[in-house]
């Protein structure tokens, strides 16, 4: 199932979500205020909840072939880009501030088990720290494809609760990490994912109001700023997704090319757009670009640059490994 082709919502979130992220880093490098584009890694992993779940849920496949599936979806390109961005980062380590570049977090990067500094990940790819979240929950979703479809289901729920609830049970350590609320997310998802392939049904307004609901509470700076991440950012997301493909139910969604071509770049646009970044921001301070004007710069050629790659390696990439498959199941 081509998840991208069938609910056409879900690939303009994912492109609303990684520039959303793009904009977030270079504002924060600018001293800017944007914050609510890190918002983009919620989007991401109520995607992944809903998109596992849809994508699993008729379709009979054990966990060895899902977790394949998943290690060819989303480790060959990061491997890449951490491994230019270990490079670049040695040549020039004044664009990467505060990076650990020993060779113990190079190879814990590339096995989604980086360092771990002021309470959080800190891999070679400084937005790599969602795929080691996201690698956790492929696991438990993975042990979760040996049960029934509605056993399933209250696995996962019980499973991603029970983590959270660990978070606040447990000393601060390195797994207590992996216990974050954010992981509620990923069960959001996941309930939306269920509720679509029961055929349920939201009227039309409904739908745009969740959405619009979501996008006010995303700018709701003051009033949601005293709350955990999981409602700050998570809840919007929630209601974004939900009115998304509830409303594209009801009366479809508009052909948006651009966009949809976005959604599909969006995989690369997320890993690359920090080192493509830097590499823009390298080229502007040569070329003598006043600091006022380049923030936009960095963040149309650092998008831009990311697409370059999305073209010339991802594809490529994945293209070649899907076609030595006999018959690959979905796209995600």
């Not at 609910?7 to 492109?15: D, K």
């Not at 994508?55 to 496949?61: A, I, S």
Request: positive net charge; proline residues 5%; hydrophobic residues 55%.
């Amino acid at each position: 199932m081509k998840i991208g082709s069938d609910i056409t919502s879900i690939q303009y979130l994912r492109a609303i979500a990684a520039i959303s992220v793009v904009f977030f880093h270079v504002s924060e490098a600018y001293g800017l205020e944007f914050k609510i584009g890190a918002a983009g890694v919620d989007i991401f992993f109520v995607l992944s909840g809903f998109i596992m779940w849809v994508t699993t849920e008729t379709r009979p496949v054990g966990p060895q072939e899902f977790m394949l599936r998943r290690l060819i979806r989303i480790v060959p390109l990061y491997w890449v880009a951490t491994a230019a961005t270990f490079v670049v980062a040695m040549l020039k380590p004044q664009f990467f501030f505060n990076a650990d570049l020993s060779i113990w977090n190079l190879i814990g990067s590339l096995f989604f088990l980086p360092v771990m500094k002021d309470e959080a990940l800190r891999p070679v790819v400084e937005q790599g720290w969602t795929l080691s979240y996201e690698m956790f929950f492929y696991l438990i979703f993975a042990i979760s494809l040996r049960l029934p479809e509605l056993r399933r289901f209250w696995f996962l729920m019980a499973a991603l609760v029970t983590v959270v609830v660990a978070h606040y049970l447990l000393p601060f350590s390195y797994v207590r990490i992996f216990t974050e609320p954010i992981i509620l997310e990923f069960a959001a998802g996941i309930v939306i994912g269920r509720l679509w392939k029961q055929g349920f049904r939201l009227p039309f307004r409904v739908a745009v109001g969740l959405m619009i609901a979501g996008f006010v509470l995303l700018l709701a700076r003051d009033p949601m700023a005293h709350f955990d991440r999981v409602v700050r950012w998570g809840v919007p997301a929630v209601l974004l997704l939900l009115g998304a493909v509830f409303a594209e139910r009801e009366r479809g969604a508009p052909k948006l090319a651009f966009l949809q071509f976005l959604g599909e770049a969006s995989y690369s646009i997320y890993i690359w757009h920090v080192l493509t970044g830097v590499m823009v921001t390298a080229l502007l301070l040569r070329v003598g670009v006043p600091h006022a004007a380049q923030p936009g710069f960095v963040a149309l050629g650092s998008l831009a640059f990311a697409i370059v790659c999305y073209l010339y390696i991802e594809r490529p990439m994945l293209r070649k490994m899907r076609s030595a498959r006999p018959k690959p199941a979905y796209r995600s």
